[in-house]
C-alpha cells in the first residue's frame, strides 16, 4: 500500500516562500509519476504541479508558473515543491498525488492520480 506524507506547509507573509515535501513509501510508490494539487476553502481541488518519472521537466500550472518549482529526490522518494513569493490567493491545503496507472496524462487532471496524502496547509496573510 502507497502512503504520502506531506510536510513543510505554515504561515508566511506574502511574498515570503515556502518549501514543501511528500515522502512516499510503500510497495509500488517508487518511480511513479507525482504531483501536487491545493485546495483552498469552498474551491475545488486545484493542480500546481506534476513531474513525471523518467526524466521528464515538470509542468507548472500557470497560475504559479515562475514561482513555484517541483522536483524530485528519487533516491529518498520524495517530491519536493519549492514555492517563492507567495500571494493570499495560495492560501489552501496542498496536497501530494501519485500515480500507480502508469503515465499521468494530463498531469495535472486530479483523476490522473490514485494515491493521495492528507495536505499540508500552507497560509499567506498579506
Known amino acids: 500500500q502507497v502512503q504520502l506524507v506531506e510536510s513543510g506547509g505554515g504561515s508566511v507573509q506574502a511574498g515570503g516562500s515556502l518549501n514543501l515535501a511528500c515522502a512516499a513509501s510503500?510497495?509500488?510508490?517508487?518511480?511513479?509519476?507525482m504531483a501536487w494539487f491545493r485546495q483552498a476553502p469552498e474551491k475545488g481541488r486545484e493542480g500546481v504541479a506534476a513531474?513525471?518519472?523518467?526524466?521528464?521537466?515538470?509542468l507548472i500550472a500557470d497560475s504559479v508558473k515562475g514561482r513555484f518549482t517541483i522536483s524530485r529526490d528519487s533516491a529518498q522518494n520524495t517530491l519536493f515543491l519549492q514555492m517563492k513569493n507567495l500571494k493570499p490567493e495560495d492560501t489552501a491545503l496542498y496536497y501530494c498525488?501519485?500515480?500507480?496507472?502508469?503515465?499521468?496524462?494530463?498531469?495535472?487532471?486530479?483523476?490522473?492520480?490514485?494515491?493521495w496524502g492528507q495536505g499540508t496547509q500552507v497560509t499567506v496573510s498579506s
Open positions: 498525488a501519485l500515480s500507480t496507472f502508469g503515465r499521468a496524462s494530463p498531469p495535472l487532471r486530479r483523476d490522473q492520480y490514485n494515491y
Open positions: 510503500g510497495s509500488g510508490s517508487s518511480s511513479r509519476d
Open positions: 513531474l513525471w518519472t523518467g526524466g521528464y521537466s515538470g
